[in-house]
T-cell receptor
Framework: KNEVEQSPQNLTAQEGEFITINCSYS?????LHWLQQHPGGGIVSLFM???GKKKHGRLIATINIQEKHSSLHITASHPRDSAVYICAVTLPPNQFYFGTGTSLTVIP | DSGVTQTPKHLITATGQRVTLRCSPRSGDLSVYWYQQSLDQGLQFLIQYYNGEERAKGNILERFSAQQFPDLHSELNLSSLELGDSALYFC?????????????FGPGTRLLVL
């Protein structure tokens, strides 16, 4: 049983499209993180959410605590957004669980 | 560049051997995390240290051990290596080690066990 489920597993979009990646979790969490992993392997933390919504540039992340669901949106997608996006949750006191990732390819 | 450094970048070794992976956190960060990323299991949390003390333990095998030194760098020791230990090992750091903190990831060490 995986505490974190992501969908879709793979996503191909045309440049400029609006993209949504979903994450569902099954237990109470302290926080939810969205991570980006580029083809070279490096991981960057995009957002930490405990409630509501955050925006950074063309990226928007939302979380609904009651529904145990989070979404990552990319507006006006660009080929440089091509990466694997990983949802991670922190369970009290300090346990971390990761989704299997969504591989995004943005075609020019 | 996250400010977290890991050495070595690549490591090739044989089954049964022992290796040590090293991580230096960002300046000012007191907490270090270790993660394993393999093709079949994805990313898994191994262990967390805060200011030299173990704070949380995840799916870390008994053959693996870690420590954080007074200068805050950390080492992950993997012993009696098996083929299945081949993976990317990431270190991350944060200031206080709290669950709602952003973690900064190192570039990873790619381990291949032959």
């Amino acid at each position: 049983k995986n505490e974190v489920e992501q969908s879709p597993q793979n996503l191909t979009a045309q440049e400029g499209e609006f993209i949504t990646i979903n994450c569902s979790y099954s237990v109470g969490i302290s926080a939810l993180h969205w991570l980006q992993q580029h083809p070279g392997g490096g991981i960057v933390s995009l957002f930490m959410l405990s409630s509501g919504k955050k925006k950074h540039g063309r990226l928007i992340a939302t979380i609904n605590i009651q529904e145990k669901h989070s979404s990552l949106h990319i507006t006006a997608s660009h080929p440089r957004d091509s990466a694997v996006y990983i949802c991670a949750v922190t369970l009290p006191p300090n346990q971390f669980y990761f989704g299997t990732g969504t591989s995004l390819t943005v075609i020019p | 560049d996250s400010g977290v450094t890991q050495t070595p970048k690549h490591l090739i070794t044989a089954t049964g051997q022992r290796v040590t992976l090293r991580c230096s956190p960002r300046s000012g960060d007191l907490s270090v995390y270790w993660y394993q990323q393999s093709l079949d299991q994805g990313l898994q949390f191994l262990i967390q240290y805060y200011n030299g003390e173990e704070r949380a333990k995840g799916n870390i095998l008994e053959r693996f051990s870690a420590q954080q030194f007074p200068d805050l760098h950390s080492e992950l020791n993997l012993s009696s290596l098996e083929l299945g230990d081949s993976a990317l090992y990431f270190c991350a750091s944060s200031v206080w080690g709290g669950p709602q903190e952003t973690q900064y990831f190192g570039p990873g060490t790619r381990l291949l066990v032959l």
